[in-house]
């Protein structure tokens, strides 16, 4: 007669273990809606400096064209304008003179302004494509400046989504105490010495192969839903994303120490399996695993 109310205080709690999940599965849905978002406008503002830089070559071309052409009319009408080179006088020549001069008192028709009219024209179009090449310009550094604004946005849109999602990363034992406490995760402290035999830590098997405490980086093997899998020349601190087939979310694994063929960190694994999730919300939730200290770690070595 005393067991029944308690089987239905229970059950409200299990009701929680889903929309927990869906909260978190939304919150993810719209981080990567930001970022894919984000990713298409650096596509379209990479594609306008493309076509803004084609432009700007192409009014180059147009310049350096108008302007070897007007150097060329240039010269061709000061060679006509120079006079010529006047030879010496002797007596068979004079009548000849004379009979120039005569013809150079004439009244002469009035000389075409075509040259000039021409040279006008390219002075003109010379002026129009230094000005469109000026707009130019001054679209290109705009556009620079927006993809450059748009991207330090969008980094930090990521930065702090993925700290809203996923929360800190935890340096000291006692960080990882705290980490524990919030209930959204399981956490597992390790501590391995480099050897060539698989240790289990919550729901991975992991193995230390190398260390490098100089650069701070270790080299790890581990298996992963009966894949062998390694990491190389990981930091200190650099959080390792591993994906499992019945967990909705990745599992993380952070080293916040590196010794001499040593290392000590956690693993954080969301508290409940797809298969929990799934289930109906009649059935009890399962109990979370207790946090190992380090030194129940070592003395389990």
Not at 67 to 83: C, D, G, S
Not at 89 to 94: D, F, I, K, L
Not at 127 to 143: D, F, H, I
Request: some cysteine; hydrophobic content about 35%; charged content about 25%.
């Amino acid at each position: 007669m005393q067991k029944e109310p308690e089987s239905v205080s229970r059950r409200p709690a299990v009701a929680i273990a889903p929309v927990v999940a869906v909260c978190c599965g939304l919150a993810a849905l719209v981080a990567f809606g930001m970022w894919t978002a984000q990713r298409s406008q650096v596509r379209n503002l990479d594609q306008d400096r493309a076509q803004t830089a084609a432009a700007l070559d192409q009014a180059n071309v147009q310049i350096q064209d108008l302007t070897t052409r007007l150097n060329a009319l240039i010269q061709k009408n000061a060679e006509a304008q120079r006079p010529a080179p006047v030879a010496a006088t002797t007596p068979r020549t004079a009548s000849s003179l004379r009979n120039r001069a005569a013809s150079t008192n004439r009244p002469r028709p009035a000389r075409a302004p075509e040259a000039d009219a021409r040279v006008d024209r390219l002075q003109g179009q010379l002026t129009e494509t230094q000005g469109r090449l000026a707009e130019t310009e001054k679209e290109l550094a705009s556009t620079r400046d927006q993809l450059a604004q748009d991207k330090d946005e969008l980094d930090g849109k990521i930065n702090s989504t993925r700290d809203d999602l996923n929360g800190s990363i935890a340096k000291t034992h006692d960080e990882v105490v705290a980490l524990q406490k919030r209930g959204a995760q399981n956490i597992y402290e390790f501590k391995l010495t480099k050897s060539k035999e698989m240790q289990r830590v919550g729901p991975l098997s992991l193995s230390l192969r190398s260390t490098s405490v100089k650069h701070k980086t270790y080299d790890l093997a581990m298996t992963v839903d009966d894949n062998a899998l390694s990491k190389k020349h990981v930091n200190l601190y650099e959080p390792v994303w591993i994906t499992l087939s019945d967990r909705p979310q990745p599992v993380q694994l952070v080293v916040n120490h590196v010794d001499k063929n040593e290392i000590e960190g956690y693993v954080s694994e969301p508290r409940y399996k797809n298969s929990d999730l799934t289930a109906g919300s009649g059935q009890p939730a399962q109990p979370a695993p207790q946090l190992a200290t380090r030194d129940q770690s070592a003395a389990t070595n």
